[in-house]
């Protein structure tokens, strides 16, 4: 299937050529109708760019990659601030297996502005995985199994936390908890983002990576008011040591120094993430195999 016409510069010679893109032609083709090559490895780092070039999936598979990292967003959030999550009308209709949700209860929150956070980002979440689901149509996948709760004390005793983690406790645990989701999910867009062949398509991704990134700066510089910093840099640095072996995820800072974007001081712009990358995550493990908070594994082609 194909969408409309668009306009885009001819890689070699520069001029302004008129082409119809294929939404099933997955990454090389987009790579080879933008002509991203140098460009984009300059952008988002050569290994993106060879791991796009060396896989073909299509916006479909991509779409519901994220769907499935927002149903596990909604889910926590709207639990946390709620009590309840998606509707049943939210998380079936699609393929793959419906999953139940493990864990999950409402937060007595001791500060308004805490609270009303928590409200508007599970507002949000839920927003992006209708919007998703519509998109996808007939095509999006069901929810799949979610585990926020064990989960959380697998995080928590890799970070080096505990051997135990209740994410509903207290605000300032839900803060902690958030913080493992926010800056993944901004990675994760960025990631996909070359990857992507439709440009309406790289448009609404790029909406979702904004929305991302407001709700990770605001969970960053919450924990950074209240001085959490060791916990949050052991949260970080638990990232780390799953997605591959470059240190570049960063903590919120210190007493003298806050940090409450993670970007890369070189160019200011955010990290990007590879699917595997974000499924070590996920899965809370270097292999990349389903366990922590999708304990069947994702939906989907990406899983």
């Known amino acids: 299937m194909t969408i409309d016409l668009v306009h885009l510069p001819d890689p070699e010679t520069g001029k302004t050529v008129t082409r119809k893109l294929n939404l099933e032609a997955g990454r090389r083709a987009f790579l080879r109708n933008v002509g991203l090559g140098v460009a984009g490895a300059a952008i988002f780092g050569t290994g993106a760019v060879q791991e796009a070039a060396a896989q073909t999936v299509t916006d479909t598979d991509i779409l519901n990659f994220a769907l499935n990292l927002e149903y596990l967003e909604a889910e926590f959030y709207l639990r946390a601030a709620t009590g309840a ?173 806050a940090n409450t974007s993670l970007t890369d001081p070189a160019t200011g712009l955010p990290y990007a993430r590879t699917t595997t990358e974000v499924l070590r995550i996920v899965y809370l493990n270097g292999n990349a195999q389903p366990t922590g908070f999708f304990p069947n594994g994702l939906n989907g082609t990406i899983r």
């Not at 709760?149 to 803060?175: K, R, W």
């Open 85 to 257: 999550g998606l509707s049943n009308s939210e998380i079936g209709g699609g393929t793959g297996t419906l999953g139940p949700v493990a864990g999950g209860r409402q937060v007595t929150f001791a500060t308004d502005a805490i609270r009303n956070y928590a409200f508007e980002i599970a507002a949000e979440e839920r927003a992006h995985v209708q919007l998703l689901r519509s998109a996808l149509g007939s095509a999006r996948v069901n929810r799949p199994a979610i585990d926020i709760s064990n989960a959380f004390n697998i995080a928590a005793s890799f970070a080096g936390l505990g051997s135990t983690f209740d994410a509903y406790a207290n605000e300032t645990n839900f803060l902690l908890a958030a913080f493992i989701f926010e800056d993944v999910g901004v990675s994760a867009y960025l990631g996909a983002a070359p990857l992507i062949s439709s440009k309406q398509i790289l448009a609404a991704a790029g909406g979702l990576l904004a929305a991302e990134a407001y709700h990770a700066g605001t969970i960053r510089t919450v924990l950074y008011s209240r001085g959490l910093y060791s916990q949050a840099q052991a949260i970080s640095d638990a990232r780390d040591r799953l997605d591959n072996s470059n240190d570049d995820d960063q903590g919120i800072g210190t007493v003298t120094t």
